[in-house]
């Protein structure tokens, strides 16, 4: 695929989620940019701000297989990855796919369930494997993991294990619509387009499991020139000796803020990357990766925060 119809297939994407999420345009355009490159998304959010919705509309707009796990306290590992039963008719036992094995995976309030449940996800979102038995499955392509999760002042949530953090390519922030964005979502309720029943919204299917392979493919050829690759390389590092972080960011985060620079590029039709490419997803990609120091968060500051002090501390190449 060419990356004039990797950006006519984004703005056609952009374009049928608007139908139903009004608003919120860096969150459906990071999960575009994260679909195209293959990585997995959390977001953050208090109840009622369209998290699920977004992942439901993309699922219609993508022709390709979805699951949606509800996470919960008694929610148990082979509820996610599926289990054996013995068949008495054929005296073997019979693996059950769960259903993880799909296209697009929603991981919903992902933090309501226990780290054993969560840690049920590390195999299949780093290696696009399942291992259950002593027996490995591949899972289809593509096949990404879209988690929501309500913040962790809330009651009845549980902390990620830092492990599954680092496996997430963007962690998004939800906030609320302004004032004009509410309206519109009143005035669609009042002219009987209810988000609950999506079909009310005439969405089109832009993009099919086979041509979503095509973009990724595409976006690997997007040219990254050195002098970017060692600006991405200096700001991951400096999060490793900042005076408010305690612990800094992987070569994951590095790795992740390539791919992910790439399939913006290819979005907007580029094959190549620019340093406000990189800018505008750092935050996507460090703010979870990042733990600071007890005495920065007594302060107030948030990892958005440090984010963008490394980044006016970090010489950006010149074009």
């Given amino acids: 695929m060419e990356l004039a119809q990797v950006a006519e297939r984004f703005q056609r994407a952009t374009e049928e989620i608007g139908k139903v999420l009004v608003g919120q345009h860096d969150l459906v355009e990071a999960t575009l940019v994260a679909l195209f490159s293959e990585g997995n998304i959390l977001i953050e959010g208090v109840p009622g701000l369209g998290k699920t919705l977004l992942v439901n509309t993309l699922s219609k707009v993508l022709s390709c297989g979805f699951k949606r796990v509800q996470f919960t306290p008694d929610l148990i590992p082979s509820d996610l990855t599926g289990h054996s039963i013995y068949n008495m008719a054929d005296r073997q036992f019979t693996f059950n796919r769960g259903p993880i094995f799909t296209n697009l995976l929603l991981a919903d309030e992902i933090n309501r369930a226990p780290a054993k449940t969560q840690s049920a996800l590390l195999e299949a979102m780093q290696e696009r494997q ?190």
């Fill in 130 to 319: 399942v291992t259950v038995d002593g027996v490995t499955y591949p899972l289809d392509r593509p096949f990404i993991t879209i988690a929501t999760q309500n913040p962790l002042e809330q009651e009845g949530t549980y902390p990620l294990p830092e492990a599954q953090l680092d496996r997430f390519m963007f962690k998004l922030l939800v906030g609320y619509p302004a004032t004009t964005e509410e309206q519109t979502i009143l005035q669609h309720y009042a002219e009987g387009r209810d988000a609950r029943d999506l079909s009310r919204f005439n969405l089109q299917e832009v993009l099919s499991g086979p041509q979503v392979l095509e973009v990724q493919q595409a976006c690997l050829g997007v040219i990254v020139e050195p002098s970017i690759i060692n600006y991405i390389t200096a700001i991951v590092a400096r999060t490793r000796n900042w005076h408010s972080v305690a612990v800094g960011a992987s070569p994951r985060a590095g790795v992740n803020m390539l791919l992910a620079a790439r399939a913006m590029s290819a979005c907007q039709g580029r094959n190549f990357v620019v340093p406000d490419d990189v800018k505008e997803l750092a935050p996507w990609v460090l703010r979870h990766r990042i733990r600071l120091r007890p005495e920065a968060e007594i302060e107030g500051v948030s990892p958005d925060d440090t984010v963008r002090e490394i980044l006016d501390a970090v010489e950006a190449p010149r074009k």
